[in-house]
């Protein structure tokens, strides 16, 4: 019996530990007092009040204002995408509320109201179980921001957007703007105009960062819209994990997202970017992410969109060396009244280099998912490679799924590969599951995580585990 | 000790009546066989008595240890203690037999109560080693690709897991080579006992000589016409449908 004990705690081990999760959910809110305060709607005054606060040099304001005179002059992309951006009112909006300009290196000095709140999402505790460096942001800036030793010995830097402007000008300045240029879409734009927060990451050549980075974006006020600006940059040979989660409390009134985030991943650096995003559904989450792969350089993007009104979100790679590398997994969940427009990007430019997605769509009740992607290899490049999975699941007959990619490949020398699936859960493999003992939305629950599993395995434990309880509660909430 | 009482139950499915006033007491530790030909209403009794959604039962009552069932949901069923192995069980991709047992087992415990997984994967193997199935089986997803066989296996696996106070075994025979029957026969002969109430539903006889019934009922336009014990199988083996057929024409 030695024999199966033993294997019984091995398999008891590899299995998530599903059983005893806290359950909270990110609904809810504590009032706190702003010290600063841009107030509601956008101009240039607003941009001006952002800018002199966080006491940003010269060339910061210009190429704030530049972005707003470009946010302006572009229209909303309802042609292609949903009417539904037409009810985001930015003269509602308020853009920059925060506490204070500086994060804390420890918890003790964060304020109470803030702390709690983390505390709450269990940050503290996650950042001494499993984490190398974690960022917190609250509203507009990080209020708390600290790297374990080990790893800033290394010559790693970890800070928020506002202090690497600050204290990194050069780094900072080289690659800011550079993957994704202020014009590339109207949120891009507006979130050049306004941004604030958001991490600040540098990765010195050689060094493999062993444990992940984590910021965690919150949005705590009301009629609020959150823009960080993420960079980060894998030096030559470098490694780095960076994780983020997002939640906010659920208003009757819109809240606008709208980051913006780059990654540079020079010749022979490995930079895997990992979102669980868990908004409230009157999130209007609109994200612009790329990255830039150097020769034999590899960017993954795994990237998990439950939650939201609607999120607009397609993260790239810029194939830019021989040999990069470049993944997408991408997993969104629309339930009622949500609607996920998600997808990836890859742009082939160097020979041999390769590309794959794996898209799988959960569609629940009224829920709405649309994968939207764009492959492009052009002709004068050989051996390149690119594989798509699109795979959607409807739960119910009034969900609606759409799958755009769009794949131009020129040239007879490169290799391409797209399949595509819709499956449904139905209502004899509830019953079956029924009739073991499951709830329906148990059943539901285990259907949607059968049918990512294999995706989130490639996750680290602590995310998966997050990622199953998230379903478990939108599961749950779907059964009429 | 427990019963399964079915009372004069009728069922429809949408505006059809296929099961007409069939009533049956199942005492622990029987096993009971109800045979009779396509379309009489076999597997709509289980499926109704186990609560599908498509099957309203217009009138009578299935009581479990006295108290009727009717107003639960399926899982309320389950978890009280009814298992019907299914004649066509459904696929659950990405969910491992494992995982989805796990679950299935953590859904009887009380709300707040944590499963020790090392406890479970520990009763798992021995439930396992008593029916002979290899330990790899449990890794792959429920279902998803198997065999007539596995299936069966599967499903005897589940019943062995949860323990029920009485399984319906819907035509578990269906689509099994004699290999495959011998089997699955083997793993109920094994769970049999004091604990157990099994109705067995069946077309064909042979079943019946690797699972010996207490009790054999014959099953005609949704009514039970003649019940007696093993040997009214054989008989039936013997004469065919038609001679109950005949039999009901002269009553």
Redesign the interface.
Known sequence: MAN??T???E???A?N????IDQTKGDFSYDVSYAFDAGTGLNEDTVRYISSVKKEAPWILEFRLKALAKFRSMPMPTHWATKDLENIDFDKIRYYLSQGQKPKRTWDEVPDDIKKTFERLGIPEQERKFLAGVEAQFDSEAAYSNIKDIVSKQGVIFVNSTEGLREHPELFKKFFGKVIPTGDNKFAALNSAVFSGGSFIYVPKGVKVAQPLQAYFRINAENFGQFERTLIIADEGAEVTYMEGCTAPKFSTSTLHSAVVELVALKGAKIQYITVQNWANNVFNLVTKRGIAHEEAEIKWIDCNIGSRLTMKYPGVVLKGRKARGEVISIALANDGQHQDTGAKMIHAADETTSNIVAKSISVGQGRSTYRGVVHIPKHLKGCKNNTECDALLINTNSRTDTYPAITVRGDRNYVQHEASV?KV????I??????????G??MS??V??????LARQFPMEYSVELKRLIDLEMEGSVG | MSSLVIQDLHVAIGEKEIVKGLSLTINSGEVHAIMGPNGTGKSTLSKAI?????YTITSGDVLLDGASILEK???ER??AGL??A?QY???????SI???????V???MAEGE??D??????R???KM?MLKID?KFTSR?VNEGFSGGEKKRCEIL?MAM?EPKFALMDETDSGLDIDALRIVSEGVNTLRGPDLGVLMITHYQRLLNYIVPDYVHVMWDGRIVKSGDKSLALELEAKGYDWVKKELALA
């Open positions: 199966t004990d294997l019984a705690q398999a008891a081990a299995d530990p599903v059983a005893g499956s139905n209502e004899e493999m019953f079956y599951m029924q009739q073991r003992g499951l709830t329906e148990q059943a285990l259907a995580n059968g049918f990512i599993n294999d | 186990a609560g599908h959604p498509d949901e399926a899982d389950a978890r298992f019907l299914f069980p459904s696929e659950i991709p990405g969910v494992a995982n989805f047992l796990r679950a299935a953590q859904a009887r944590e499963l997984a090392t406890a479970y994967y520990k798992l193997y021995a080693d330990r997803s589940q949860l």
